[in-house]
């Protein structure tokens, strides 16, 4: 039998998964195009300072969350200004 190992995400959904509540279809699909949207299928390769990237890892320690994934989000953020 294989094992699979869960992600520390993954082990909390399953501890919680009686929380989770219905949707409807609509909703639902909401939901679906929002992920859809934010799903990350490109990679970007820059360079950086130091000190900046150090800065940027300190606040995304404090928020709780890894480096690159509040890196995507100010992209993200800056992308969807208008």
Known sequence: MRVIKLTREEREIEENIEKFVPVDKKEFETIVRALEARKKDAV???????YDLDSIKQKAAQLGIRYQTLISEILHRVAQAS
Request: hydrophobic share 45%; net charge positive.
């Open 44 to 50: 970007l390769n820059i360079r950086v300072s130091k």
